[in-house]
């Protein structure tokens, strides 16, 4: 029976005994007559038997008080008599939102089903949700748009207090969202984790979904408990061309979000570095440069130099060494192309382990960001708080290919130091022999 197109069948006992509790009555349905009931299960009723041979449909059901008691199957209903028509208008309400059947859901209106669904408090065919939220769940827009023409709640949540449109954005059915949005849905409204409609077409990525949110001007600063905002999101799933479109749109780069009302600064080129996509650390460098030439700052104070060298509660690492930890070699050089902050970066340790990124890429065993650090003279022989160089770490960690880089690394430094000693000797001999 739950396979059936007959929603209610629950509210039918199995065993056709009726229920004579205190407001309810003995009321027969009239089913449509069978000719054989020996091949029926034994202690099935007759509405299951007609259920599985199609001898009822939903239309026989709303027409009850229309049939007259004759000899013949019938099926016990239980509730009270003044329940029933409503009962049957808003389950026939929800049948055909979840169907899209615009001509049902005007009948079921007209018979008087509740637009917006029965709260917690009724128990009258409740709680179940709203009927825009089935039908957009199911994306059909015409029915969305029929029940707010009717005056159905454009904010009414489901019972897992998800609004229609965060249920449009969750499936990314567009149609739904415009239909929805052309009636005023808020685009700030949160849903229980705390994602507004943009942070949520943000993190899955979401591009169209995006551009129809922040034409109807959705908040982007808007940001979660945890500090996050859409532009994190995006930043943190790698989304280029989401991250595109709300630097376009002015978004604040340098906001540093909270946690638990404590300055922990997560700024949205970490969540870049972390992720490691080269052109979203790009696309958020370029912005935050652009800002302090904007300001007029000199490097000395400006807000690159805040971004780079801020270590985050996120493992307690600057970007170039969150990098550095998750091995994005592009993201590294990237990082290493900024002038005046190359060598202050490089030896930032991070909070909990005091680890450089050269430590946390050795120990991970990064070779070519290894070799991208060991070109910018990051220091080999710098200790964690265990007091292990990167050199120990790769040893423990097994990278034998970090070693061997470190040994040619100071094979070339030692042979480099032989030839400038020999070059300063040779300049020393010209200035005597002149002499």
Known sequence: MENTLVPWTTEYYPNDVADTRHGCEKVYFLLNSLDDLSDAPKGSTALAHALRNNNINTTDLLHWNNHQLQTGPYLRWTRPRSERHQLDADSLLRLACENGDVQKVQLALDRGAKIDGASKNNLQGGPYDPP????????????????????AKVMKPNLLKLTPLVIAVQHNFLESAKVLLSKKAKTSKKSPG????????????????????????????????EGQTALVMSCQNGHVEIVKLLLLREVDVSCALREQNKP???????????????LNVREILKRTIKNDEDNYLSLEFSMLKEHMLTCTKMEGCSPLCLAAMKGHAKAVALLLELEGLVQRMVELRDEKKHRTPLMWAARNGHLLVVKLLLEKNANVLTRDVDGLDA???????????????????????????????????????SRGSSC
């Open 194 to 225: 705390g994602y507004t409609p943009l942070m949520v077409a943000c993190s899955r990525g979401y591009e169209e979904m995006v551009r129809v949110l922040l034409k109807s001007g959705s908040s982007l600063e808007i940001a979660t408990k």
């Open 264 to 278: 922990t600064k997560k700024l949205p080129i970490h969540f870049a570095c972390i992720n490691g996509e080269m």
């Open 391 to 429: 050199v120990t770490l790769a040893a423990d960690f097994g990278q034998v290919d970090i070693i061997r880089a470190f040994d040619r690394h100071k094979e070339l430094k030692k042979r480099m130091k032989e030839e400038n000693n020999l070059a300063r000797s040779r300049g020393n001999d």
């Open 132 to 151: 825009l939220c089935i039908a957009v769940a199911q994306n059909h827009a015409s029915v969305a748009s029929y029940l707010l023409e009717r005056k």
